[in-house]
């Protein structure tokens, strides 16, 4: 039993290139959400998805993209990377349907824009 | 913005309780409050959560006000281990917001 697994671990990109972090969870968990870690302060809530199919923003949307159409994949794509979105992402699961279900954290991919 | 407010710091001496409040005035009855850690830059490890009544688990003791607009997590003989960030969250829906958290340094 795996997890939460997020690909890459690290990644330098070039102002304007294009990526996507990788998240997968093998616990058929339907809830999936993606989260930002700037240096010295708590996690911001990207996007978070309820199920196959269905997605919302959370805090700070701006700049990234989500889908989902598999309950066990949550990609997270930049089409444009910037020097502000140089960060720790961190993807997350948990079961869903209440409030009653605990999040499970993948170990981070380590992004740096130049 | 999130729900809740924690001290920014704390310190503990090793072998002794760890006491971290958290405050949530706003929080509604059906909401739930969950504390986690996160240790260095590792991925948030959850703690224990809880809704009305205090809740003890291997790791830790949560204890919630009976106006619920505040708690306490408890760690019972912290060790050096237990060095982390600390966040409360109260459970807004469908996603998990968290605040700045409180830094616990264990001392020897």
């Known amino acids: 039993n795996a997890g939460v697994t997020q690909t890459p671990k690290f990644q330098v990109l070039k102002t304007g290139q294009s990526m996507t972090l990788q998240c997968a969870q093998d616990?058929?968990?339907?809830?999936m959400s993606w989260y930002r870690q700037d240096p010295g302060m708590g996690l911001r809530l990207i996007h978070y998805?309820?199920?196959?199919?269905?997605?919302d923003q959370g805090e700070v949307p701006n700049g990234y993209n989500v889908s989902r159409s598999t309950t066990e994949d949550f990609p997270l794509r930049l089409l444009s990377a910037a020097p502000s979105q140089t960060s720790v992402y961190f993807c997350?699961?948990?079961?869903?349907?209440?409030?009653?279900?605990?999040?499970?954290f993948g170990e981070g991919s380590r992004l740096t824009v130049l | 913005d999130a729900k809740t407010t924690q001290p920014p710091s704390m310190d503990c001496a090793e072998g002794r309780a760890a006491n971290l409040p958290c405050n949530h005035s706003t929080i509604s009855g059906n909401e739930y409050v969950y504390w986690y850690r996160q240790i260095h830059s590792q991925g948030p490890q959850y703690i224990i959560h809880?809704?009305?009544n205090n809740e003890t688990n291997e790791m830790a003791s949560l204890i919630i006000t009976e106006d619920r607009k505040s708690s306490t997590l408890i760690l019972p003989h912290a060790t050096l281990r237990d060095t982390a960030v600390y966040y409360c969250?109260?459970?807004?829906?469908?996603?998990?917001?968290f605040g700045a958290g409180t830094r616990l340094t264990v001392k020897p």
């Open positions: 809880g809704l009305k």
């Open positions: 998805s309820v199920g196959a199919g269905i997605t």
């Open positions: 969250i109260v459970r807004v829906g469908s996603d998990m917001r």
């Open positions: 616990m058929n968990h339907e809830y």
């Open positions: 997350a699961s948990s079961q869903t349907g209440t409030l009653d279900r605990e999040l499970f």
